[in-house]
């Protein structure tokens, strides 16, 4: 496995992919923070509207660099690199799969640590320390896996077209779903998880009750963890019997 991911980073190396993770959470932070700098809202909503805003923008930065990943392959040799010895053919799949997820760990982290520095150095916005902006960075990479999961398999299947496209859909539906529409079916959905989930966090970290909606909590993480290892499953048996598929002309 460590072999493999060497090589998808060898793979990568001359590619937008690394590029990518490096300049939109820049892009993003110092976006928000320059907004910041002179916006009206009160220290609440303008955490919340950050994080509610990358929850509703990672769909399609997935989406984008799935499709990356995979046409990457297709140039590469149409699939055959990951197709050719059988006796590790799960082992490639797995290791683009764990490729995407470190760097979308480390984009992620990356963007909420360039916020929350400047957010609290440079904008002296001390409300929240630290370890709650690392806890709820962990609570976006976790929201997102499933998503991963499933864009790699829609870009492998049907193409980058596919992948991107259906990455703008699902933030439209995320943000959807941040509104009165989503209150009572979002543990449901993978798309209501990331935005609720860090969102109650805000709202605990700020003092407010919320036990009223631990019940939805629960379930919530129950689906989120149980529709991971579905997923995966899902997704590896699939890849298993996969054969490729034409490149896109």
């Not at 990672?58 to 149409?78: D, F, K, T, W, Y």
Request: proline share 2%; net charge neutral.
């Amino acid at each position: 496995m460590l072999r493999l991911l060497r090589v998808e980073c060898l793979k990568i190396k001359r590619t937008p992919f690394l590029f990518t993770h490096l300049l939109v959470p820049i892009a993003i932070s110092g976006l928000f923070l320059a907004y910041y700098s002179y916006s009206p809202w009160d220290f609440q909503g303008k955490v919340t509207a950050y994080f509610q805003g990358l929850a509703c923008g990672l769909p399609i930065i997935i989406g984008l660099v799935c499709a990356m990943a995979s046409e990457q392959e297709a140039n590469a040799g149409h699939f055959q690199v990951m197709l050719a010895t059988t006796n590790i053919k799960i082992k490639s799949f797995m290791s683009k799969l764990l490729l995407l997820l470190l760097f979308s760990f480390g984009a992620i982290f990356l963007s909420i640590a360039i916020f929350s520095i400047g957010f609290r150095e440079l904008l002296h916005e001390v409300d929240f320390d630290y370890s709650f902006y690392s806890t709820a960075a962990c609570i976006l990479f976790g929201s997102h896996v499933i998503l991963y999961i499933f864009h790699l398999f829609v870009s492998l299947q049907f193409g980058k077209g596919a992948s991107i496209g259906l990455g703008v859909v699902e933030s439209l539906v995320v943000a959807l779903l941040l509104t009165g529409l989503g209150d009572s079916i979002w543990p449901f959905l993978p798309y209501g998880w990331s935005g609720h989930f860090v969102s109650l966090w805000i709202l605990k970290s700020v003092g407010t009750d919320v036990t009223l909606l631990e019940t939805s909590i629960h379930i919530g993480m129950m689906a989120c963890l149980g529709g991971i290892m579905l997923a995966f499953a899902l997704s590896c048996l699939w890849f298993w019997r996969w054969e490729g598929r034409a490149s896109e002309q």
